[in-house]
T-cell receptor, first 121, second 112 residues
């Protein structure tokens, strides 16, 4: 159980175009979804946290107008990279949690998707 | 089906104890195995392992990979309360494209 999928797995696009990445929880309702960006040999950089039905909370330094997040249902969140540029090329990973995010000292279990590789030419 | 299994699911120890966390995997086209520590939201990177038998060490933490038996262990010696976290194992695979398969983590709590 607790499977998270992402689509597409890999996308190559031209500079200036927009790309939408989907994150789905397949067998559970994900009240909270997280979007990360991964750089080689580095930590996952949290971009934003989204609770279903409300606006996403972006981390400092992440442009909300460039990385549009929609969490319209309990099983689907989308990340749209608008006007993508080569520096946006990266691995984007989402994760999902059963419960609404609360600022506790120990994190709740997150179930991670397999990631989407974005290459912008 | 690719999968990564971590054990135990949860562990409570006292300060000063040594713990061993396990990660086994069944993945096509293995590329690397990564360990993360998750205290709040975002996991922080600990180790990346690609070769069997070579121990990676950082302070009180160490990790090793066995590609024949398809597992890795993460050791923490002389545990401290600050080690309390969820430890995630992920395997990077290349099956036409890159993907990550995460385990569900081991929740470690270190008591003073």
């Amino acid at each position: 159980g607790a499977v998270v999928s992402q689509h597409p797995s890999w996308v190559i696009c031209k500079s200036g175009t927009s790309v939408k990445i989907e994150c789905r929880s397949l067998d559970f309702q994900a009240t909270t979804m997280f979007w990360y960006r991964q750089f080689p040999k580095q930590s996952l950089m949290l971009m934003a946290t989204s609770n279903e039905g409300s606006k996403a909370t972006y981390e400092q330094g992440v442009e909300k107008d460039k990385f549009l997040i929609n969490h319209a249902s309990l099983t689907l969140s989308t990340l749209t990279v608008t006007s993508a540029h080569p520096e946006d090329s990266s691995f984007y990973i989402c994760s999902a949690s059963f419960r609404p995010w609360a600022r506790t000292s120990v994190s709740d279990t997150q179930y991670f998707g397999p990631g989407t590789r974005l290459t912008v030419l | 089906e690719d999968k990564v299994v971590q054990s135990p699911l949860s562990l409570v120890v006292h300060e000063g104890d040594t713990v061993t966390l396990n990660c086994s995997y069944e993945v096509t086209n293995f590329r690397s195995l990564l360990w993360y520590k998750q205290e709040k939201k975002a996991p922080t990177f600990l180790f990346m392992l690609t070769s069997s038998g070579i121990e990676k060490k950082s302070g009180r933490l160490s990790s090793i990979l066995d590609k024949k038996e398809l597992f890795s262990i993460l050791n923490i010696t002389a545990t401290q309360t600050g080690d309390s976290a969820i430890y995630l194992c992920a395997v990077e695979a290349t099956s036409g494209t890159y993907k990550y398969i995460f385990g569900t983590g081991t929740r470690l709590k270190v008591l003073a």
